[in-house]
């Protein structure tokens, strides 16, 4: 078997975790130099393919490379650029193959959510039409836990995580406060059309400690007076209430409740803002003192305070693509197989790509309440686990120590390429 180089790439919205991956995969292929020659990353993703900017991670130390395991954000840069259809733009399929030709690429490894296993399915497909084969594999990745097959998605239980206790410590304050002060607290959250990140705000409330905590889900309609109502009557009863609002929230006629009219990279609506739209509600509908945050860059970056199954997870998930690879598999995705909840138990899957790509996985309806604003016992036992453990970066002055790496740009061999 002749040695190839393999190339690894960030895709989309980074998490706290998708390093570890990253970590996982780079540290196992260097154990098979045998048959994995240098591991090259795309600089800001796909994008650095197409370009022909790659990266020489082996310019790197283990240790810088071990480093990756506890730093959060893309290490190597990522983006969001979706490549069209192979009938649309064909061209940019047959650069990716001439710039993997060049540089004896055989093995692509892209990291990412739903769009990048689409990618991933794609050029899978055009190296053998092109008679030069690529094994492609998939590394999952997104906070918004929506892709299919896979029990949960690596980066979401470190937001989950974040939220449950940004949430439960916001609840905290409101409470002191809302004597004399603030008695709604609302809190943005990611997630356009699935409401796990919603959810797991969820986890704040236990039985033994009940908070009050409204969660408004894309999965449901948003209704005005049913909303009101039922913040009404958690302010009356506790004196406060926390409302944890996912951006996708819609309202009856489909429109996004934050729709600022504009588009992302993707061609969807670009969202942000949902939080002050639900609090001016609150205050016209009942009068009511609030505070408003949105948690944006803040809860995927948060790698102080990552979950420990998110963090072992993402590295699994590296280290399982680079053996799937060594074992001839091709156009799949490593996924995780839920053994048990209590203890909680998991294993490495494999999914096929053609499953995987354009298939959004959103939250079962026996997961939220009957009344749309809360959390099910079901919901709960899915998404403790996810959360627990901790997993400390090692800290120096008060800080965490995160690594940047050299980056090291690899020759080019080809010509510019527009894209």
Not at 137 to 155: A, M, Q, S
Not at 179 to 206: C, D, P, Q, Y
Request: charge should be positive; proline fraction near 4%; hydrophobic fraction near 40%.
């Amino acid at each position: 078997m002749a040695k190839k180089n393999a190339f690894y790439a960030q895709s989309g919205g980074v998490t706290a975790v998708i390093n570890a991956s990253a970590c996982g995969l780079i540290e196992t292929a260097r154990k098979h130099k045998d048959i994995i020659g240098k591991v090259y990353a795309g600089r800001n993703g796909i994008i650095g393919a197409l370009t022909e900017d790659l990266i020489d991670t082996s310019k790197d130390t283990a240790k810088a490379i071990a480093a990756l395991r506890h730093t959060p954000s893309g290490a190597f840069g990522s983006c969001r650029f979706k490549m069209k259809s192979l009938e649309e733009n064909k061209l940019q399929y047959e650069r990716l193959i001439e710039v993997f030709k060049a540089h004896n690429i055989g093995y692509f490894f892209y990291n990412g959510g739903g769009d990048s296993a689409d990618t991933c399915l794609k050029v899978s497909q055009l190296s053998e039409k092109m008679g030069y084969p690529i094994q492609a594999i998939h590394v999952p990745k997104t906070v918004d836990n929506d892709l299919p097959i896979t029990d949960n998605c690596p980066g979401f239980g470190s937001v989950a995580k974040y939220i449950a206790v940004s949430t439960l410590e916001a609840t905290f304050d409101v409470a002191s406060m809302c004597k004399t002060s603030t008695k709604v607290f609302v809190l943005e959250v990611m997630g356009r059309h699935a409401g796990w990140i919603a959810a797991a705000g969820g986890l704040a409330s236990t039985k033994d400690a009940e908070q009050p905590i409204v969660i408004l889900f894309p999965e449901v309609t948003f209704n005005k007076e049913k909303f009101l109502a039922r913040v009404d009557e958690l302010v009356k009863k506790f004196g406060y209430c926390t409302v944890v609002v996912s951006e996708g929230v819609m309202s009856a006629d489909g429109k996004f409740l934050a729709d600022q009219g504009l588009k992302d990279a993707f061609g969807h609506a670009q969202l942000g803002g949902v939080a002050p739209v639900v609090a001016n509600i609150v205050r016209e509908g009942l009068g009511l003192k609030y505070h408003w945050g949105v948690a944006d860059y803040l809860q995927r970056a948060a790698r102080h305070i990552a979950s420990k199954s998110d963090v072992d997870q993402a590295y699994a998930m590296g280290k399982a693509a680079v053996e799937f690879a060594l074992k001839g598999h091709n156009s799949v995705m490593p996924t995780i197989d839920r053994v048990s909840n209590a203890p909680y138990k998991w294993k490495v899957g494999m999914a096929q790509l053609s499953k995987v790509a354009n298939v959004e996985k959103m939250m079962p309806k026996n997961f939220i309440t009957k009344d749309g604003f809360g959390i099910t016992e079901k919901c709960r036992e899915y998404l403790a686990p996810l959360i627990k453990g901790e997993d400390y970066p090692p800290y120096k002055d008060g800080l965490p120590q995160y690594v940047r790496l050299k980056n090291v740009a690899v020759p080019k061999k080809l010509g510019e390429f527009k894209l």
